[in-house]
Nanobody, 121 residues
């Protein structure tokens, strides 16, 4: 079992940047891939970005070119650098462990509790 704890959320003006972190603990040697998801009030959860243990990455079209997912495997830490933030990026962001290189919630085996990102225009 893997436990995940996010940090780094907050409030920022449109055009600004934030960096989210996700600390993993527990059976981290079992991790195949990790991802970031987000959910805004009244909307369905959306996959944001995914990274395989070998560094392969995938991004949702809505964040491509603005967000960067990365990982520090020895530190068991996942990151999401978010630049050029827009009001529509406002959501609860959660990190996740996934069983496949597919950015869909049905492949998630562990969730963090989430960190709020609010972008004001």
């Amino acid at each position: 079992q893997v436990q995940l704890v996010e940090s780094g959320g907050g409030s920022v003006q449109a055009g600004g940047s934030l960096r989210l972190s996700c600390q993993a603990s527990g059976f981290t040697s079992s991790i195949y891939a990790m991802a970031w998801f987000r959910q805004a009030p009244g909307k369905e959860r959306e996959g944001v970005a995914l990274i395989g243990r070998d560094g392969w990455t995938f991004y949702a079209n809505s964040v491509k070119g603005r967000f960067t997912i990365s990982q520090d495997i020895p530190k068991n830490t996942l990151y999401l650098q978010m630049n050029s933030l827009k009001a529509e990026d406002t959501a609860m962001y959660s990190c996740a462990v996934t069983r496949a290189l597919v950015l869909e919630a049905r492949y998630v085996s562990a969730w963090g509790q989430g960190t709020q990102v609010t972008v004001s225009s």
